[in-house]
């Protein structure tokens, strides 16, 4: 037996094609169970190997049927003189064959004992059998039964017969008797073929000629009982098992179609029928379902714009709508679940569906210098070397210089023409020299210089005590205070009281003579600090403005105090 089972395994494990199982002689089906005889010689192991590799094992007679059954297959007397092995084996031992009842000890390959039929040949004394042995079947000649013998199970018999058990069957395909052309021919899983069999095991195969249709035979799960059918949806040949419709078969445009009575609706398998209900055409149909009112029963699947309907007819896909030609889109096509989106290319935007050009954010700038573009919608205005936006209004540029002394700005084609910004005065140079304003004692109190301006820091004494303003004096203090700095917030200003009435102090005196000679000099700057903005060629003015003579004016008035003190 061993090397019988390497002789099989052996060519498979080499990776050579395993040997073709041969042909049943003969085979019948009764309910569940179908039986096979194969006609070549084999020992008892090799005959049950050989019924196990078709998914059965050797015949078990447990009544008269299953013995006419292999009457049958044998055909009369075709058989006379085999012998074929059945599933019958005793273990290897001895025993009195007198209280072991019908089987005498010997048992089915199934691993039981059970039968309610045997039929032993008759032998001469019944002395107690020793195995191991097997039993085979034979027909003597005018037999009208078969003998059971037994026989060593490494002996050669003529033959074996193997069982088939199945939990479902199909009947074979019923078929109109005015399609004469048409012929069936069925292959059942243990390899018998034919046009003519009883019943046919689930798993089995129906080829319907001249259409070259194939249909298998299949049960539910948990049903005896199987159908024929096949995997594409709808009717067959309507002369053929009604085209395996459960109500009628009808022909429609030269193909066959499968109807359902009134109020009754065909299922997606375009064969079966279930009692009509609108919500369940509904549920048959992913999204729309339209009932038909010519023919009863009958419904066609429908879906929304953006999908088509499936294979099944039933199902709905997406459309790739940006497959289409042309493209729904001038530019970027995104699909989506039954649509789609245009999107632009960079540089573009949508405005009204449509991708226009994005314009340059400085088209139609009014600034006074050049325009910066900050993104792809907004700009900046910036100024040139020296200049600053002015933050009253940041389209125009403003001269800017946050040092002593910076270079003017003259026009090139009269190099005499400069300007500089405010607070600063043009030397002889072409530069802009810082004013000092501290010099000009314009705070009553401590002065800080600044680049174009200046900050006085409020003393004790002052309306803005502690406070840092151009002006201490709150009637000055909403007056500019130069260029070079943000303007100081004005203050509320104090309330004067009159003076009182009566003869004239001499320091009033000096005080005023004072105030008479500052302000003299200070419009005296005031005009040479316009004539040089003017770009106009230096004059004596301009030498006196150039000279210290604002300082020796000064400085003969605190002389003349110090000798009216005395």
């Known amino acids: 037996m061993l090397v019988l089972l390497l002789g099989v395994l052996a060519p498979a494990g080499w990776g050579l094609p395993a040997p073709t199982e041969p042909p049943p002689h003969g085979s019948q089906c009764v309910e569940h169970d179908c039986f096979a005889l194969f006609r070549h010689p084999e020992s008892f192991a090799a005959a049950s190997l050989s019924c196990k590799r078709r998914h059965g094992h050797l015949m078990t007679v447990r009544s008269s049927v299953a013995a006419d059954v292999i009457s049958l297959l044998l055909g009369g007397d075709g058989g006379v003189g085999l012998k074929l092995w059945i599933g019958l084996e005793l273990p290897p031992n001895c025993s009195d064959v007198a209280p072991l009842g019908p089987l005498r000890g010997f048992r089915w390959v199934t691993g039981d004992n059970s039968t309610s039929y045997s039929r032993w040949a008759r032998v001469a004394d019944e002395a107690p059998l020793c195995g191991p042995l097997c039993v085979a079947v034979s027909a003597a000649a005018g037999a009208g039964e078969l003998a059971w013998e037994t026989q060593r199970c490494n002996a050669t018999a003529d033959g074996f017969l193997c069982e088939f058990p199945f939990a479902a069957s199909c009947r074979p395909l019923p078929v109109e008797a005015a399609a004469a052309n048409v012929s069936i021919t069925y292959s059942t899983p243990f390899g018998a073929r034919g046009p003519d069999f009883q019943t046919l095991p689930e798993g089995s195969i129906a080829t319907v000629e001249p259409s070259a249709l194939q249909l298998v035979c299949r049960a539910s799960p948990g049903e005896g009982e199987a159908r024929w059918g096949r995997e594409v949806p709808g009717a067959w040949v309507c002369s053929v098992d009604n085209g395996g419709c459960e109500h009628a078969c009808t022909l429609s445009a030269g193909a066959p179609r499968c109807v359902c009575a009134a109020d009754t609706v065909l299922q997606p398998d375009g064969r079966s029928c279930a009692a009509r209900d609108d919500h369940a055409c509904h549920r048959l149909c992913e999204q729309f379902c339209v009932l038909s009112t010519d023919a009863p029963g009958e419904y066609s699947c429908m879906c929304a714009t953006g999908y088509r309907l499936a294979a099944d007819q039933h199902r709905c896909e997406d459309v790739d709508d940006c497959l289409l030609e042309p ?240």
Do not use: W
């Open 327 to 566: 493209s729904p889109c001038k530019q970027r096509c995104v699909n989506t679940q039954g649509g789609f989106e245009c999107h632009c290319f960079p540089g573009y935007e949508m405005l009204d569906g449509e991708c226009v050009e994005l314009l340059d954010p400085c088209f139609g700038n009014d600034c006074e210098y050049q325009c910066q573009p900050i993104g792809e919608t907004d700009f900046r205005c910036i100024c040139a070397e020296g200049f600053a936006p002015d933050p009253k209004d940041p389209h125009k540029c403003l001269m800017f210089c946050n040092k002593t002394v910076c270079e003017a700005d003259c026009d090139p084609n009269s190099p005499g023409v400069c300007r500089c910004p405010e607070g600063y005065i043009l030397d002889e140079d072409s530069m802009c020299a810082d004013i000092d304003e501290c010099a000009s004692n314009e705070c009553t109190g401590a002065c800080r210089n600044l680049p174009g301006s200046f900050e006085c820091l409020c003393g004790p004494e002052t309306a803005l005590a502690g406070q840092v303003a151009t002006d201490c004096d709150p009637v000055k203090v909403n007056e500019d205070a130069g260029s070079g700095e943000p303007p100081i917030s004005p203050t509320p200003s104090a309330t004067s009281r009159p003076s009182p009435a009566g003869p004239m102090h001499s320091g009033v005196l000096i005080g005023i003579s004072i105030a008479s000679l500052s302000l003299v000099v200070a419009l005296l700057a005031l005009l040479c600090h316009l004539r040089k903005k003017q770009g106009t060629s230096p004059a004596e003015l301009e030498y006196k403005c150039g000279s210290p003579a604002k300082e020796v004016v000064l400085q003969q008035v605190r002389t003349d105090l110090t000798a009216q003190k005395l």
